[in-house]
């Protein structure tokens, strides 16, 4: 038997009256164990050494879903109601996301996760994609998304032209950043994935594969993942 691949996923966070909790649904454990990797759920995590000693263990990233990123890492004003994300958990995979693209280990984010991937990389985003595209559809429910031609997520995907994918969000990628490439978008433009060429693997979905793994599409996104993970 080969060595399975170690996963790390990031974590999120809970307060409550009583104490507060970082956790991970189990989707993303089940999904990674039922595709070959082993998965490590990772803290938020503040001095430098242990982000870098983590990077070594694992060998692809998970950034999982999560809340709102403030709007000050893109360089805006707040302008709507935001449910934010931690600063710690932003800044913790920020320097984890960094450390990780240094190696060239594998990269997948996922809904939050794809936003601060096109963040991290100098893009901004929409703070609520119905005040700022006014004609688009209710992202909050599933819906289809359109594979473009070309991509390396297409050529995943079996060549398929377009899926459809459990959506549960309001933010959405307006700027794109750095070396990214847009590798699917939805009927009314609101971009759904992206990628970056020339890396050996870095993808951000705005969708939630992990909660539909028995999924034919999920599979083979997640498949991948972990077999691009194999060879770190």
Same mark, same amino acid.
């Given at each position: ?7 790390? *996923? ?39 050494? +242990?982000?870098? *000693? ?11 879903? /999560? ?50 991937? #096109? ?7 929409? &703070? ?13 429910? #599933?819906? +289809? ?33 750095? #070396? ?8 009314? /433009?609101?971009?759904?994935? *992206?990628?970056?060429? /020339? ?6 979905? &705005? ?5 539909? *793994? /028995? ?11 972990? #077999? ?5």
């Amino acid at each position: 038997m080969g060595k399975k691949p170690i996963i790390g *996923i990031t974590m999120d966070i809970m307060d409550t009256e009583k104490s507060i909790y970082q956790y991970i649904h189990k989707y993303y454990l089940d999904a990674i164990e039922r595709s070959g990797g082993a998965p490590l759920a990772l803290p938020f995590l503040h001095d430098e050494e +242990s982000v870098k *000693i983590i990077v070594k263990v694992i060998d692809g990233l998970i950034l999982s879903g /999560g809340g709102d990123i403030h709007p000050s890492y893109y360089g805006e004003e707040t302008m709507t109601k935001l449910t934010l994300t931690p600063d710690d958990r932003i800044d913790f995979e920020f320097s984890l996301l960094e450390e990780v693209m240094k190696r060239k280990k594998p990269v997948l984010g996922i809904c939050y996760g794809m936003q601060l991937l #096109n963040v991290a990389l100098g893009g901004s985003l929409y &703070q609520d994609i119905k005040k700022h595209v006014p004609k688009s559809m209710d992202h909050r429910k #599933n819906h +289809s998304v359109r594979i473009w031609p070309e991509s390396r997520l297409h050529k995943i995907m079996d060549g398929v032209e377009a899926i459809d994918v459990i959506s549960r969000h309001h933010q959405a990628i307006n700027d794109i950043g750095r #070396n990214l490439n847009i590798s699917a978008d939805a009927e009314d /433009g609101i971009i759904e994935a *992206i990628e970056m060429e /020339g890396y050996p693997f870095l993808i951000g979905v &705005q969708w939630h594969p992990e909660k539909e *793994i /028995g999924d034919f599409f999920t599979r083979r996104l997640i498949s991948s993942f972990v #077999n691009a993970c194999m060879g770190n």
